[in-house]
């Protein structure tokens, strides 16, 4: 929702449910989300 309304396709948030690591959020091409994890 906070990409739809930023019009970006991409958002990077730390996760601190996983000891705060960043991730990356954006829309693929078929309009799915995916997310990245930083190690």
């Known amino acids: 929702e906070h990409m739809e ?5 991409f958002f990077i ?3 601190k449910e996983k000891n705060n690591e960043v991730c990356v959020v954006y829309t693929r091409d078929d309009g799915d989300y995916a997310v990245i994890e930083t190690k």
């Open 5 to 9: 309304l930023t019009g970006h396709d």
């Open 13 to 15: 948030f730390q996760n």
